[in-house]
């Protein structure tokens, strides 16, 4: 399954700010995608496996991303069940958070 999410640009045209294709669909459940901007691409790693989901984005975003959110989901293994609507939901949420982190750390 492949995603989009359009966010608006400074002229308020749409462009394509983030795209992923799931590449696991349980157990856990992962995707990998792309963050876009006018300054280029970042690579982004989405899982959500055990009690827990998270998206690291750039750098090596699996095992040394730039930057990384994680978030609690249910008990024992019920991350690995979510569907692949909640994955594109906790993607979009981690998103949000950063570009909100970005607006507060710009150098």
């Not at 998270?54 to 959110?69: A, K, N, Q, Y």
């Not at 979009?92 to 958070?97: D, E, G, N």
Request: glycine share 8%.
């Amino acid at each position: 399954m492949s995603c989009r999410y359009y966010a608006p640009d400074k002229n308020g045209h749409a462009f394509v700010r983030a795209d992923w294709e799931f590449t696991c669909h349980a157990c856990p459940v992962q995707a990998e995608g792309f963050i876009h901007s006018q300054d280029g691409s970042k690579p982004f790693y989405f899982r959500s496996r055990g009690r827990r989901w998270s998206l690291g984005i750039g750098g090596e975003p699996v095992m040394e991303p730039e930057w990384f959110h994680q978030e609690n989901y249910g008990a024992d293994y019920e991350a690995g069940w979510i569907t692949l609507e909640e994955a594109s939901a906790f993607i979009l949420q981690a998103i949000k958070r950063y570009d909100a982190f970005l607006v507060t750390h710009v150098e």
